[in-house]
């Protein structure tokens, strides 16, 4: 069985989506289980409602003010299925993820993580750009250069590995999913589905836990003292690569919040840890209007 944790905060007239994205599904030996961090609508009567329908829903509540990983967390801790898998209460599936990614499993016993593409919908920009890492198998190293595995709704793990892996960690002020990412690589090989399988809507500031450039950049910091021992393994160029990642890991999120001069700024610090062409070309495309952008990077 696989067990689909989906934290939520008020959030009703979304979390409907999400939900029926989860029962659509192909495959159909699934318990969803839907997590309030302390909502305040009528998530509780929804879930109720949705509960006198289907034999497969549980609905946690738990004390508020937690966060979306500490919810999670409790999902994980719910469930009784052999695989969990992650969606956030706005986003959605397409009918076949699960079973896409059961597939791999079945395929490939070395097999503790499937992650599949993703469909990043700008809302109020009007765009969707067509996210596709294509990265699998031995991932312990690449994912130490960045985050290859991506955001969680993607994911689908065995619940064994995350028991040895232990769960999201909820002292991390951001970047809680490439912490137990980076956790998961050292322990299994990594599956990979090449089709976008999540539609992951930005609200370009609305939605997510954290846009804050000052919270990513004291994770960055918690991250390089927890793993300091798996960072000691990378080459100087390896490490001049990451620091780039790092840095254009958060001007993306200063451009996302329309702040192109911050942008530039760390733009211009990932230039000067690795000089290189595309870095180079992201720090002179920063006064672009972002949608111009994204319009442009789909057609590349």
């Not at 980076?182 to 090989?189: E, P």
């Not at 001007?251 to 911050?262: G, Q």
């Not at 209007?289 to 442009?296: D, I, N, T, W, Y």
């Amino acid at each position: 069985m696989i067990s689909v944790v989906i934290p939520t905060h008020n959030r009703s007239e979304l979390l409907t989506r999400a939900v029926e994205s989860a029962l659509n599904q192909t495959h159909k030996d699934i318990e969803i289980i839907v997590v309030s961090d302390g909502s305040t609508d009528n998530t509780e009567e929804v879930m109720k409602a949705y509960q006198q329908r289907e034999n497969n829903i549980k609905f946690i509540s738990v004390f508020p003010g937690k966060g979306a990983n500490n919810a999670r967390n409790e999902g994980i801790r719910a469930s009784e299925g052999e695989y969990i898998a992650f969606l956030d209460d706005d986003d959605e599936w397409a009918p076949h993820k699960l079973e896409s990614q059961l597939s791999v499993f079945n395929s490939d016993s070395s097999i503790g993580m499937v992650y599949t593409g993703i469909n990043v919908i700008y809302v109020k920009e009007d765009l969707t750009y067509y996210s596709l890492s294509g990265k699998g198998g031995d991932l312990s190293k690449d994912i130490l250069l960045k985050n290859v595995i991506g955001a969680t709704p993607s994911v689908m793990i065995k619940k064994e590995i995350l028991d040895q892996s232990g769960f999201f960690d909820v002292d991390m002020p951001a970047k809680q999913d490439y912490d137990l990412w980076i956790r998961v690589c050292q322990l299994t090989n990594v599956g990979y589905v090449d089709e976008p399988l999540v539609n992951y809507y930005n609200y370009s500031g609305e939605k997510q836990i954290s846009l804050s450039t000052e919270k990513h950049e004291r994770a960055i910091e918690m991250i390089d003292k927890k793993y300091s021992s798996l960072f000691k393994t990378l080459t100087p160029e390896e490490v001049k690569q990451q620091r780039s990642n790092y840095f254009i890991s958060i001007a993306n999120i200063a451009l996302r919040n329309n702040n192109k001069s911050l942008g530039f700024k760390y733009g211009m610090k990932a230039l000067h840890k690795k000089i290189s062409l595309k870095n180079l070309v992201y720090v002179l495309s920063v006064p672009i209007p972002f949608k111009v952008l994204l319009k442009v990077k789909n057609r590349m």
